[in-house]
């Protein structure tokens, strides 16, 4: 099992409660830290799922400790962000998807990654 896929066993589902209405959830997540494959620093950001779900949602509690995960992960926004939404794809399937990954400032630099599901062509 690779650690994606043992992280990502770490995410619950429950039935979404109005599945014939369209309807967005949006969950901030403020406290996400990993670390800096360079310098071994911590990053700190904030991680924003916003989400239009099909079957399933995603339960609360699974999502704050899946993202504890990444608290001594050595990857770069960009690998982790892209990570997050693999496996929030591969579980909860939902019809649209976007996160957000929006970091404290660091050397003077503030960075924002964003990945869409559908991807916008």
């Not at 901030?28 to 239009?52: A, L, M, N, R, W």
């Not at 909860?92 to 050397?107: C, D």
Request: negative net charge; charged residues 25%.
């Amino acid at each position: 099992m690779s650690d994606s896929e043992s992280f990502r066993d770490m995410l619950e589902i429950f039935d979404n409660p109005s599945p014939s209405r369209r309807f967005t959830i949006v969950h901030h997540c403020p406290e996400f830290t990993s670390v800096c494959p360079k310098t071994g620093q911590p990053d700190y950001g904030k991680i924003i799922f916003t989400y239009v779900p099909d079957k399933v949602c995603v339960e609360l509690k699974s999502l704050k400790m899946y993202l504890q995960r990444f608290r001594n992960e050595g990857i770069f926004y960009e690998a982790v962000t892209n990570r997050i939404m693999d496996d929030f794809l591969a579980v909860v399937k939902p019809l649209q998807a976007t996160v957000e990954s929006q970091w404290t400032p660091r050397g003077g630099l503030h960075s924002n990654i964003v990945v869409e599901y559908p991807e916008k062509g």
